[in-house]
């Protein structure tokens, strides 16, 4: 038998054994498995983030849209016209009339939402009105004479998974509360309007991110 070199011996004790690649596979393994899951929970994260995102963005749309609508209700008021022009008086589409209809999941009020002078009634409703939640609140408008003819508005502006019922709540000028149930008071000085909406994307603790927002819209024009 031939002896072995000494270069040959050096090759061989430089290799790995199987027990050493094993090794070497497991701990490889285990750091790629800790890398794709950091990876997949900031996946998450970003999806979470940017749902809220785009929630909050969403809601906060809704909300300065509701609060432009009613700083116009009430306007073309009849104390504008001179009352020989308007013999309808409140009933007349060209009049506003304000606020029609008040509850804590809805709100009817008469506008010139566009201003174009044309009077519109304007319906901002949680659907269903009281639940069970999540919700969707809605927002419609329909020119007045339409209205009185019995034509339905067409609601095209919403705001998915609104987890609170009560969305509206009224106040004085003195900031007591004003009870919302149904024809308006006189005293109604402000609305504040309050959505509580929640992502449909659970977090990686497995709850649901939910954001809430709150704003108040004085009312003009009353009567």
Not at 50 to 66: G, Y
Not at 139 to 160: D, M, S
Not at 197 to 210: A, F
């Amino acid at each position: 038998m031939k002896p072995m070199s000494p270069n040959k011996k050096k090759v061989l004790a430089n290799g790995f054994t199987l027990i050493e690649l094993m090794i070497s596979v497991a701990i490889l393994t285990v750091v790629v498995g800790v890398v794709v899951q950091g990876l997949t929970k900031l996946q998450q994260r970003n999806t979470v983030e940017a749902q809220k995102v785009d929630l909050t963005q969403e809601s906060r749309e809704f909300l300065d849209q509701i609060v432009s609508d009613i700083h116009q209700s009430g306007y073309p008021s009849l104390k504008m016209f001179d009352p020989a022009t308007k013999p309808l008086g409140l009933l007349d589409p060209g009049v506003s009339q304000g606020f029609v209809n008040v509850t804590p999941s809805s709100l009817q009020f008469e506008a010139d939402v566009d201003g174009t002078g044309t009077v519109s009634e304007v319906f901002i409703q949680l659907n269903p009105l009281n639940g069970p939640c999540p919700c969707i609140i809605q927002r419609g408008t329909i020119p007045k004479a339409q209205w009185q003819g019995g034509t339905l508005p067409f609601y095209y502006t919403e705001v998915n998974n609104v987890n609170n019922t009560i969305i509206f709540q009224g106040y004085d000028n003195a900031g007591n509360n004003v009870a919302l149930n149904g024809a308006p008071t006189n005293n109604l000085a402000a609305i504040e309007i309050t959505l509580s909406v929640r992502s449909p994307v659970l977090d990686p603790s497995g709850t649901y991110p939910t954001i809430t927002m709150s704003t108040a819209a004085k009312v003009a024009n009353l009567y």
